[in-house]
């Protein structure tokens, strides 16, 4: 792909010199299909389906195939499809998809069998009303932390489904996500997308043409001629070829805090059509890295995340087969493996004069708390909100988009950080390696000194709009069982609210137990009668 000058060209509109203060008309170029490019079309055209100055376009080549990593989401994902217009019980049929209440994490404080603690979705009880960690801390003996502020870790060792089948569209019993299967979920995306006026380009894009001042002009393809615009969308994948390979904005590696590089996956097909499905991604570490395990209705998705330089490729796949307790050969006879590298960071500037940069064009990192889909949606949504109409716009919108999503990587490498910091694995130079001092970020370490006298809290996380609440932070800390030094001293009066609070999550926990069927017989019962529309 060639990048050239072109201050004017006959085949450019007359609107494409730039977001038109006269017109405010955005001409939006997507480049790149896959989970960011038509997550971030399908929202931009719902949002601004009534405005006849937007227009949408996005164009995929046919020969680069999607990478499709990243099978969780967050519960931010309910109100991103709502938004969009798609119906929960289409999303969950067409996407073989399945409920997912947060994450169960196994062998991360020590290589026993019995090491395992929770992060649900759900946040603590009475988390409005008063710090219950600070009184869970007299009880930690007899209960762990999730399970005493949580009914979620009890519905989710049950593999029960966080809502019934009388629940609305996206209404919940408890908080949750969902696992989905990327590639269906590209289909569902793309094909809403064009029902909201996306136009759909297949093609390959040879070349970038640039206006004098740097501003892309036009992509050049193959067969479409030049496909001009006012706003890029580099959704291209890790290659980045607007942000990366035209702009040459750099890559700022993580490599040095977070350590992997590779993920071996495949795609696991259940006993039987009765076979439970897992309500949790389940994480459990490894001597030299970690497998992730998600369940969908067909079938599991499982892959060993591990660093090439502690790790080879057959050691990698001796390790995924012991996992799945299955032979080295069987696991190369009846799965294809794919071998995923990747460099873990993200990029210096994200959005470059007229183009920004979604999805695994911006940045990626292991998916130890299924980050990248949650991006992708951040992202869409300060671009369609912020959606800049004139040139003045378009560089304040620039500046803030850097600032805002510098800070949340800086947050997903921080966070997924303490979970290798607290281990006290010592099975391995590899996990020695992930604790050494000089890889543990500064401001992590601030955190830490405070945490040995404090609970995580909002003094801790000082945006409006944090990607880890302070709860999060509970649920890694306690569930590794890093506790204070000495236990902070409780509010006048908090006592007896925080016993009721406890009452309450021991009473709710019976009711949904009770209550609630299996993940696998609430989809049946959503594929036989669909979900109550709100």
């Known amino acids: ?112 069998a019995q090491d ?68 269906k979920f590209v289909d569902l995306l793309s094909l809403h997308a064009k029902r909201l006026g996306v136009q759909h380009i297949v093609d390959d894009v040879v070349a970038v043409q640039s206006h004098a001042d740097g501003r892309i002009a036009a992509l050049q393809t193959a067969q479409h001629g030049n496909l001009s615009g006012d706003l890029f969308v580099d959704c291209s994948g890790l290659p980045g070829l607007l942000i990366g390979q035209h702009y040459q904005t750099p890559l700022l590696s993580v490599q040095h805090c977070l350590l992997n590089d590779s993920a071996l996956a495949v795609q696991v097909a259940y006993d039987h059509q009765h076979t439970p499905i897992a309500s949790a991604t389940l994480a459990t570490a490894q001597t030299q890295g970690w497998v992730w395990d998600i369940g969908l209705p067909s079938r599991r998705g499982v892959g060993f995340v591990h660093h090439s330089g502690h790790t080879n490729e057959q050691q990698a796949r001796a390790t995924l087969a012991q996992y799945l307790r299955i032979s080295e050969q069987e696991l190369s006879e009846r799965y294809q493996a794919r071998l995923i590298r990747f460099t873990p960071g993200y990029r210096q500037q994200f959005w470059r004069h007229n183009c920004v940069a979604v999805g695994m064009a911006a940045g990626f990192i292991e998916p130890l708390e299924a980050s990248a889909l949650v991006m992708v949606e951040l992202s869409a949504k300060f671009i369609s909100e912020q959606l800049p109409r ?32 607290l281990s006290n694995r010592h099975d391995s130079d590899y996990w020695l390696a992930q604790r050494a001092e000089s890889s543990i970020p500064s401001s992590l370490q601030e955190k830490l000194m405070m945490w040995r006298q404090f609970v995580p809290s909002r003094y801790d996380l ?61 989809l049946n019962q959503i594929k036989a009668h669909g979900l109550q529309k709100i």
């Open 1 to 112: 792909m060639q990048a050239t000058d072109s201050p004017a060209t006959d085949t450019l509109s007359s609107t494409a010199n730039c977001p038109s203060s006269a017109t405010g008309a955005v001409n939006i170029v997507v480049l790149g299909g896959g989970s960011a490019g038509w997550l971030t079309a399908a929202l931009l055209a719902a949002d601004h389906q009534s405005d006849p100055l937007v227009t949408i376009s996005l164009i995929e080549s046919a020969t680069l195939p999607a990478i499709g990593v990243g099978e969780g989401t967050w519960p931010s994902m309910r109100a991103t499809l709502a938004r969009i217009g798609i119906s929960e019980t289409e999303f969950l049929l067409s996407c073989d998809a399945s409920f997912k209440q947060g994450s169960v994490f196994r062998q991360w404080r020590t290589a026993s």
């Open 116 to 183: 395992c603690y929770y992060h649900p979705f759900t946040a603590p009880v009475a988390a409005n009303e008063l710090d219950i960690a600070e009184h869970w801390f007299g009880y930690q003996q007899h209960v762990e932390f999730a399970a005493a502020v949580s009914s979620q870790p009890a519905v989710i060792a049950a593999g029960l489904a966080p809502k019934r089948i009388s629940t609305p569209e996206y209404a919940f019993l408890q908080n949750y996500g969902y696992h989905l299967d990327a590639a």
């Open 390 to 421: 004139n040139p003045a716009q378009l560089a304040i919108v620039a500046e803030r988009f850097n600032q805002t999503f510098s800070y949340r990587w800086q947050q997903i490498v921080e966070f997924l950080k303490l979970h290798y910091v």
């Open 462 to 522: 000082p945006q409006a709009e944090e990607l880890f609440p302070a709860a999060s932070y509970q649920y890694i800390l306690y569930g590794m069982r890093q506790l204070p030094a000495s236990r902070p001293p409780l509010k006048a009066g908090s006592g007896l609210r925080a016993q009721q609070a406890f009452t309450e999550v021991k009473q709710k926990t019976q009711q949904l137990r009770a209550g609630l069927v299996s993940n696998r017989e609430l």
